[in-house]
């Protein structure tokens, strides 16, 4: 089988989850004797427009160069932007391919999965994020505050708006006050310009995401939002990721010889990840005086200003520690350090990863009740979960995993095996299989 993979990065330049998954699958079709070709954003602040095409690991990458900042920057270069159908296009023309594979869709969703089916291409799309219903890619606003959806075009066009230090300065100090302008600015031309563009970009995706042939989706939950805003769900076909190497048997997990709780988070260091509600609950536990500690791993560059207020709130206990950085080969001694992780993000989390990974060490997780998290940790199982933003409730779920000793040894013994990769591959690959063949039998 011939393969095109499509990604908005790829490694090892580009490594986060998506670009990770889409070079999971490329290795796994490659090394079964299969065809693949790599089609992948490189640089985003590049002049002009250019692919260069290597060899690497045994398949061609094509990695695109442009400018998506460039003042004559087209106002859809981020999300159909027509030298990429170009590029996609003579690389179609060149080398005969029986299906293109588009990861997440981010930056190529619409030029990429349109330029596939007008040369006859079937297409299969993995969501990873909610790019297609939404430009923030995570159902954020500039506030912080969760969104529940794109209701309409003029809600988004708010949201673009507020991005401008101008009105994001309202949104943020005076909420009440930016509703009433908001109101009034919908009789008036201000938002006109921003709503127009708002609904040629989602008309344009929805008609690429429509174009699919197969959309894949990690979690249920994906799959619902999208349907809660009309978008036919019956292509989508549910696939939870896989990790490589195999899984701890929970009940051989050796319990914490220490009386002291370890609390652990990993990941980014952002607000939309939540990390200030575990300090927060973790530092008020402490000053009541629990045995209770906290070990933070990820880097602390990428929002500076927030990690410096929480190692302030932070700075009194030393039972709450920082560790900066972490490698892959780093992580089964870090998840072994904890008797609970906490994944406490304010968004609709997909399917994160460091969830399945928590879970494959045989280690409990505390999280929030949203999303991607609520699917995959119940509550009094594998895990505990917390309402949303809630401190009070997070550190209420975190003292009764030091009230009640028997709670964490049932958690640990409710954990899931994990599928591995080389599963997961194997049912995207039967997918292309069924697809291929329906193709054959209407043909």
């Not at 002049?47 to 460039?70: D, K």
């Not at 406490?344 to 990974?357: A, D, F, H, K, Q």
């Not at 009640?404 to 039967?430: D, M, N, S």
Request: charged letters at 25%; proline letters at 4%.
């Amino acid at each position: 089988m011939r393969i095109l993979m499509a990604a908005h990065g790829f490694p090892p330049t580009h490594y986060a989850g998506a670009e990770r998954a889409a070079e999971r699958i490329v290795k796994w079709l490659v090394e079964r004797g299969h065809e693949v070709e790599v089609f992948a954003v490189e640089n985003l602040s590049s002049p002009g427009f250019r692919v260069e095409t290597s060899v690497e690991a045994g398949y061609r990458i094509h990695r695109l160069y442009y400018n998506v900042h460039a003042d004559d920057a087209p106002a859809n270069v981020m999300y159909d932007y027509a030298p990429i159908g170009q590029a996609l296009d003579s690389i179609l023309r060149h080398n005969p391919f029986d299906l293109v594979h588009v990861m997440s869709g981010f930056l190529l969703g619409g030029q990429v999965i349109l330029t596939a089916k007008r040369m006859g291409l079937p297409v299969v799309l993995t969501l990873t994020e909610y790019w297609f219903l939404c430009r923030r890619l995570n159902l954020l606003r500039v506030t912080g505050e969760l969104c529940s959806g794109p209701e309409s075009d003029e809600k988004c066009a708010r949201c673009l708006m507020e991005d401008k230090r101008r009105y994001r300065t309202i949104a943020e100090k005076a909420p009440m006050l930016a509703n009433a302008f908001w109101e009034i600015a919908k009789i008036t031309p201000l938002l006109d310009k921003e709503t127009e563009a708002v609904k040629t970009r989602r008309l344009t995706l929805k008609d690429a995401l429509e174009a699919a042939d197969l959309v894949i989706s990690p979690s249920r939950f994906l799959i619902s939002k999208f349907a809660e805003f009309d978008y036919d769900t019956r292509r989508f076909h549910f696939i939870q990721h896989g990790l490589g190497g195999s899984n701890v048997i929970p009940s051989h997990r050796e319990a914490s010889i220490h009386d002291t709780l370890r609390v652990g988070y990993i990941g980014q260091l952002k607000y939309h990840k939540g990390v200030d509600l575990v300090v927060e609950a973790v530092a008020q536990l402490l000053e009541q005086g629990k045995k209770v500690s906290l070990d933070i791993w990820g880097p602390e560059d990428e929002e500076p200003e927030y990690i410096n207020r929480l190692k302030q709130r932070s700075a009194s206990f030393e039972n709450i520690r920082w560790h900066g950085r972490y490698t892959s080969a780093q992580l089964a001694d870090i998840l072994n350090g904890f008797d609970v992780l906490t994944v406490c993000s304010r968004w609709y989390e997909n399917n994160p990863t460091v969830i399945l990974e928590a879970f494959k060490h045989g280690l409990p997780v505390v999280g929030t009740n949203l999303g991607g998290m609520a699917e995959l940790i119940q509550h009094e199982v594998n895990g505990l979960v917390f309402e949303l933003n809630q401190v009070s409730d997070l550190r209420a779920q975190l003292e009764r995993l030091i009230r009640e000793p028997a709670l964490l040894q049932q958690l640990r013994a409710g954990v899931p095996p994990i599928k591995t990769a080389e599963q997961e591959v194997a049912e995207i690959f039967e997918q292309y299989q069924q697809l291929l063949a329906k193709r054959q039998v209407s043909s």
